[in-house]
């Protein structure tokens, strides 16, 4: 005869292996339906599908078509959720438009220097025959702002005004080697519906120089100098009166950007590398002018945009990645873009999306695609 | 069959012939060896290039002496900034005009910087006058504010001039008070072409000194009291970038390749070395002086269309430091020996009158020093 002991044990594991959990009693119970009983592994299986699904880096999204027969897109931005290319066309440059519900062709210049866009205006440098003007779009129909601007190289549309900057010649023709008497930047700001264009301020810059954006109420100036082992200055340049500020410089070519609150970013070379020419840094400008680091070891000669608070960055590779920027304590994380295609620009078009050719579009004509990015 | 073995093995090569080619070989790498890596090279007078040799004896070295010229980096680096200390630990934006004091002080002109800078012999950067703000602001010298300042000088009683190019401005910097002496439109100087871009003081006993400031708009050197007031304007033959005072006055007209020494000229010297061409019209010259100092008996220039520092003399210019070429200027930034040293953009120089030439090398933002031998100076 089994001993009461045995007895409580075998009680014991009978119901263990049946799934109960209490040991109040010995009394026979009704066990749950099979469905019940697989439902916590199947609960536990989930869990662990959805942390493989979190570790899995995030994926975009099909690329949807929105132009084709597209030649040589030079620059692309976004404004108002809408895209904005240069194209060349064969002896003349387009500004095309796409907004969703088809291109729309809104100038046609024999050469354009730069282009601006903000709040479904454009702006842009045409150049003719020598001659080079600032032009417009507010509505339907392109006017010239400033016939005569023969030395403006880049120009900035923000709140209607058209920021540009035109070189001033050396006082001695053909000798530039004393910066107060060579050549030097001016500039000129005039409201994107017409009227008279005032000066803004001056640069002793000589070299190559971009209207980044505006900060608050300062322009956003990146300056190149020309030259062996050229130097990249940043300055904050009033827009309402004052003198301008170098606030950043650095040796080699850099990129900036200003995000649609304010905030400038923009790229120096690697501090953290024995080779500060293959890899990128990215700092931020701070409200006081001083600067903090936010990125380091990204591909260098890159270009940093800002779409819908997020900051991008795309390398400047012969196959340029498209970089999410890390911080001081982590590095950056590429983001995979559809295979086949090649970023072109990011945008904020009711949230940060890539424009994209195809890969194999390296002359002649190919379409260009959108796809959004994974928030 | 005949069998192929040990007796009858032939040689391929006579065993002496194997020999003599095995000794030449030896031979050869030998003197490859001695030749590249032991002999000393020598220059045309014998003498070895470098090494620690001592100066040469004859001045016909300077020809092909310039490995004899030390060139390195005083204070500043590539990238531009605004901060004092130690010469590695300073920076700069555009440094031009360059003076010393008596008492060894190098006065810069921060162009870019809208400031003037001092380094004392120590090595020490400071921040003489101008927040860095460009402006045009007297008083106080750290809340002065200057605009593309060019030229500097230094008076005998150790008073700084600026000639302040972006305010078409002399100032003076005394007992740490900025002060305006001389301005367009005023005192008889015209408010429309007149850039004054260099200055220079020059002791005489009429007027307790005088300054010569060199105007690139009106092409003119005007001589002004150390107080500002107009003593005399010198028209010139084109627009000069430097007046220096320290012997014969020297002016830099690059738009005429001129360098006018007191009453001689100097136009279009051929860079020495460069006989050999037998195109006299494709020689390399001196063509857009654009500083020059006197150097003992000869003078110590620069060009706007050679990155490099040249020592004029009898219508010649040797090459001390950096490559003059005439497929035009070879910018680069690099310390070495003489004509391996680069220069981006030398525009200011400052001697010592010992054996140190300073030169602001502009696009570098840096001050870079020449060592040069005693005989430079004699």
Same mark, same amino acid.
């Given at each position: 005869?089994?001993?009461?002991?045995?007895?409580?044990?075998?009680?014991?594991?009978?119901?263990?292996?049946?799934?109960?959990?209490?040991?109040?009693?010995?009394?026979?119970?009704?066990?749950?339906?099979?469905?019940?009983?697989?439902?916590?592994?199947?609960?536990?299986?989930?869990?662990?599908?959805?942390?493989?699904?979190?570790?899995?880096?995030?994926?975009?999204?099909?690329?949807?078509?929105?132009?084709?027969?597209?030649?040589?897109?030079?620059?692309?931005?976004?404004?108002?959720?809408?895209?904005?290319?240069?194209?060349?066309?064969?002896?003349?440059?387009?500004?095309?438009?796409?907004?969703?519900?088809?291109?729309?062709?809104?100038?046609?210049?024999?050469?354009?220097?730069?282009?601006?866009?903000?709040?479904?205006?454009?702006?842009?440098?045409?150049?003719?025959?020598?001659?080079?003007?600032?032009?417009?779009?507010?509505?339907?129909?392109?006017?010239?702002?400033?016939?005569?601007?023969?030395?403006?190289?880049?120009?900035?549309?923000?709140?209607?005004?058209?920021?540009?900057?035109?070189?001033?010649?050396?006082?001695?023709?053909?000798?530039?080697?004393?910066?107060?008497?060579?050549?030097?930047?001016?500039?000129?700001?005039?409201?994107?519906?017409?009227?008279?264009?005032?000066?803004?301020?001056?640069?002793?810059?000589?070299?190559?120089?971009?209207?980044?954006?505006?900060?608050?109420?300062?322009?956003?100036?990146?300056?190149?100098?020309?030259?062996?082992?050229?130097?990249?200055?940043?300055?904050?340049?009033?827009?309402?009166?004052?003198?301008?500020?170098?606030?950043?410089?650095?040796?080699?070519?850099? !990129?900036?950007?200003?995000?649609? !609150?304010?905030?400038?970013?923009?790229?120096?070379?690697?501090?953290?590398?024995?080779?500060?020419?293959?890899?990128?840094?990215?700092?931020?400008?701070?409200?006081?002018?001083?600067?903090?680091?936010?990125?380091?070891?990204?591909?260098?000669?890159?270009?940093?945009?800002?779409?819908?608070?997020?900051?991008?960055?795309?390398?400047?590779?012969?196959?340029?990645?498209?970089?999410?920027?890390?911080?001081?304590?982590?590095?950056?994380?590429?983001?995979?873009?559809?295979?086949?295609?090649?970023?072109?620009?990011?945008?904020?078009?009711?949230?940060?999306?890539?424009?994209?050719?195809?890969?194999?579009?390296?002359?002649?004509?190919?379409?260009?695609?959108?796809?959004?990015?994974?928030? | 069959?005949?069998?192929?073995?040990?007796?009858?093995?032939?040689?391929?090569?006579?065993?002496?012939?194997?020999?003599?080619?095995?000794?030449?070989?030896?031979?050869?790498?030998?003197?490859?060896?001695?030749?590249?890596?032991?002999?000393?090279?020598?220059?045309?007078?014998?003498?070895?290039?470098?090494?620690?040799?001592?100066?040469?004896?004859?001045?016909?070295?300077?020809?092909?002496?310039?490995?004899?010229?030390?060139?390195?980096?005083?204070?500043?680096?590539?990238?531009?900034?605004?901060?004092?200390?130690?010469?590695?630990?300073?920076?700069?934006?555009?440094?031009?005009?360059?003076?010393?004091?008596?008492?060894?002080?190098?006065?810069?002109?921060?162009?870019?910087?809208?400031?003037?800078?001092?380094?004392?012999?120590?090595?020490?950067?400071?921040?003489?006058?101008?927040?860095?703000?460009?402006?045009?602001?007297?008083?106080?010298?750290?809340?002065?504010?200057?605009?593309?300042?060019?030229?500097?000088?230094?008076?005998?009683?150790?008073?700084?001039?600026?000639?302040?190019?972006?305010?078409?401005?002399?100032?003076?910097?005394?007992?740490?008070?900025?002060?305006?002496?001389?301005?367009?439109?005023?005192?008889?100087?015209?408010?429309?072409?007149?850039?004054?871009?260099?200055?220079?003081?020059?002791?005489?006993?009429?007027?307790?000194?005088?300054?010569?400031?060199?105007?690139?708009?009106?092409?003119?050197?005007?001589?002004?009291?150390?107080?500002?007031?107009?003593?005399?304007?010198?028209?010139?033959?084109?627009?000069?970038?430097?007046?220096?005072?320290?012997?014969?006055?020297?002016?830099?007209?690059?738009?005429?390749?001129?360098?006018?020494?007191?009453?001689?000229?100097?136009?279009?010297?051929?860079?020495?070395?460069?006989?050999?061409?037998?195109?006299?019209?494709?020689?390399?010259?001196?063509?857009?002086?654009?500083?020059?100092?006197?150097?003992?008996?000869?003078?110590?220039?620069?060009?706007?269309?050679?990155?490099?520092?040249?020592?004029?003399?009898?219508?010649?210019?040797?090459?001390?430091?950096?490559?003059?070429?005439?497929?035009?200027?070879?910018?680069?930034?690099?310390?070495?020996?003489?004509?391996?040293?680069?220069?981006?953009?030398?525009?200011?120089?400052?001697?010592?009158?010992?054996?140190?030439?300073?030169?602001?090398?502009?696009?570098?933002?840096?001050?870079?020093?020449?060592?040069?031998?005693?005989?430079?100076?004699?």
């Amino acid at each position: 005869m089994p001993s009461s002991l045995e007895i409580a044990l075998q009680a014991f594991t009978y119901r263990l292996l049946q799934g109960v959990h209490t040991l109040d009693s010995f009394k026979p119970r009704t066990l749950p339906s099979s469905k019940i009983r697989i439902l916590p592994g199947l609960v536990a299986a989930a869990a662990l599908l959805f942390a493989l699904y979190g570790l899995m880096p995030a994926r975009m999204a099909m690329p949807r078509q929105i132009a084709d027969r597209v030649t040589g897109v030079r620059c692309a931005q976004s404004a108002d959720g809408a895209w904005y290319w240069l194209e060349q066309r064969g002896g003349q440059c387009a500004i095309v438009k796409t907004d969703g519900r088809g291109n729309t062709v809104i100038a046609t210049e024999p050469a354009i220097l730069d282009l601006s866009v903000d709040q479904s205006q454009s702006a842009w440098i045409a150049l003719s025959v020598g001659q080079a003007s600032i032009r417009s779009c507010a509505g339907s129909t392109p006017t010239t702002l400033c016939p005569a601007a023969p030395t403006a190289r880049s120009l900035c549309l923000r709140n209607g005004i058209v920021y540009w900057a035109e070189q001033q010649p050396e006082m001695l023709s053909g000798i530039q080697a004393l910066p107060s008497i060579g050549i030097q930047t001016v500039i000129k700001a005039i409201s994107v519906s017409g009227g008279s264009s005032s000066t803004v301020g001056s640069l002793l810059e000589a070299g190559d120089v971009k209207i980044v954006g505006l900060s608050g109420d300062k322009l956003v100036v990146m300056c190149t100098r020309s030259g062996m082992r050229g130097v990249s200055a940043l300055y904050l340049m009033p827009t309402k009166g004052g003198e301008p500020a170098r606030v950043a410089a650095a040796v080699g070519t850099q !990129h900036a950007t200003v995000t649609r !609150h304010g905030k400038a970013y923009y790229t120096t070379a690697g501090r953290d590398t024995s080779n500060p020419a293959l890899l990128a840094a990215i700092n931020a400008l701070n409200a006081d002018g001083s600067s903090s680091p936010l990125s380091d070891w990204l591909p260098a000669n890159g270009e940093i945009y800002a779409a819908n608070n997020q900051l991008l960055y795309l390398d400047g590779s012969v196959y340029p990645a498209l970089w999410k920027p890390g911080s001081e304590r982590s590095l950056p994380e590429k983001l995979t873009v559809p295979a086949g295609y090649t970023p072109l620009a990011v945008g904020d078009i009711g949230g940060p999306k890539v424009l994209l050719r195809p890969d194999f579009a390296i002359s002649g004509t190919y379409p260009l695609y959108e796809v959004r990015l994974p928030e | 069959m005949k069998q192929r073995g040990p007796s009858n093995f032939k040689r391929q090569v006579s065993p002496g012939l194997a020999a003599v080619m095995v000794i030449a070989v030896l031979v050869v790498v030998q003197y490859v060896w001695y030749v590249g890596l032991v002999k000393k090279p020598t220059t045309p007078m014998g003498q070895p290039k470098s090494g620690g040799a001592p100066p040469p004896a004859n001045k016909e070295l300077l020809l092909h002496g310039k490995d004899y010229i030390v060139v390195d980096t005083i204070a500043g680096d590539l990238d531009p900034g605004n901060a004092d200390g130690p010469g590695y630990k300073a920076r700069f934006d555009r440094p031009t005009g360059l003076a010393i004091d008596p008492a060894g002080v190098l006065i810069i002109a921060d162009s870019g910087n809208n400031s003037i800078r001092s380094m004392r012999p120590d090595g020490v950067v400071t921040t003489l006058a101008g927040n860095g703000t460009p402006g045009k602001v007297d008083g106080a010298a750290s809340n002065a504010q200057f605009k593309y300042p060019t030229g500097v000088c230094v008076g005998a009683d150790g008073t700084i001039y600026v000639a302040d190019t972006g305010n078409n401005a002399i100032r003076a910097i005394k007992a740490g008070q900025v002060t305006t002496i001389a301005v367009a439109g005023k005192g008889g100087i015209p408010n429309g072409a007149y850039s004054p871009v260099s200055i220079a003081f020059k002791s005489d006993n009429s007027h307790g000194g005088t300054l010569l400031v060199a105007d690139a708009a009106g092409k003119a050197v005007w001589e002004l009291q150390t107080g500002g007031g107009v003593i005399a304007k010198n028209v010139l033959a084109a627009a000069p970038t430097s007046v220096s005072a320290n012997g014969d006055a020297i002016f830099c007209l690059p738009q005429a390749g001129m360098l006018q020494i007191g009453s001689g000229q100097t136009q279009n010297a051929y860079i020495a070395g460069s006989d050999e061409l037998d195109d006299v019209k494709r020689r390399p010259r001196l063509s857009h002086p654009l500083n020059a100092i006197h150097l003992g008996t000869a003078v110590a220039a620069v060009d706007a269309a050679h990155t490099c520092v040249f020592l004029v003399k009898n219508g010649r210019a040797e090459v001390l430091a950096g490559l003059a070429s005439s497929a035009g200027p070879a910018h680069d930034y690099k310390d070495g020996n003489g004509e391996a040293a680069f220069f981006n953009q030398p525009t200011g120089l400052a001697t010592d009158g010992k054996r140190v030439i300073y030169v602001a090398d502009t696009a570098s933002c840096c001050i870079r020093r020449l060592t040069a031998p005693d005989f430079l100076f004699h």
